[in-house]
């Protein structure tokens, strides 16, 4: 492994230890999943964003994965995690949704088209929180 790769590696587990064992709130979840909740709740309906947009909007590039770990808890707390797809627009997070179809269903009534997992017209439809909201 390059030596370039392995300090990226160290820098994520110290984010991770430090996202997650330091700065838990009351109901035990972590600040930065909240964080994650705030800006998914505003992409507007009829747009998606991806993992990648909102962990470098939140100043954790490189931290998707964790974001993607955010949208798993964020059922049944008024967060469209729907909206969230992976970079390629692929619905990578369709299984946490009780049945596979339930994204596509939820997406196809805000008017996006879904065909074979992905999102049509990705580039089009992509909210970005850096351009969208400053950074």
């Known amino acids: 492994m390059a030596v370039s790769k392995k300090i990226n590696r160290i820098i994520w587990q110290i984010k991770s230890f430090y996202i997650f064992d330091f700065h838990k709130n009351m109901t035990g979840k ?9 800006v998914v709740r505003l992409i507007p309906k009829g747009r998606i964003t991806s993992y990648g947009s ?16 955010a949208m798993n808890q964020a059922h049944g707390k008024d ?4 909206r969230v797809v992976n970079h390629n627009g692929l619905l990578t997070g ?8 339930t994204m596509q269903h939820l997406l ?11 999102v049509i017209n990705f580039n089009a439809l992509l909210w970005d929180p850096v351009k969208e909201l400053g950074l």
């Open 94 to 101: 369709r299984h946490h949704f009780g049945h596979p179809s």
């Open 79 to 82: 967060v469209p995690a729907h």
């Open 54 to 69: 909102i962990a470098k909007y939140l100043g954790t590039t490189g931290s998707a994965r964790m974001v993607g770990w």
């Open 30 to 38: 972590s600040d930065f999943f909240n964080e994650v909740f705030q």
């Open 108 to 118: 196809e009534a805000e008017g996006i088209e879904v065909e074979h997992n992905g």
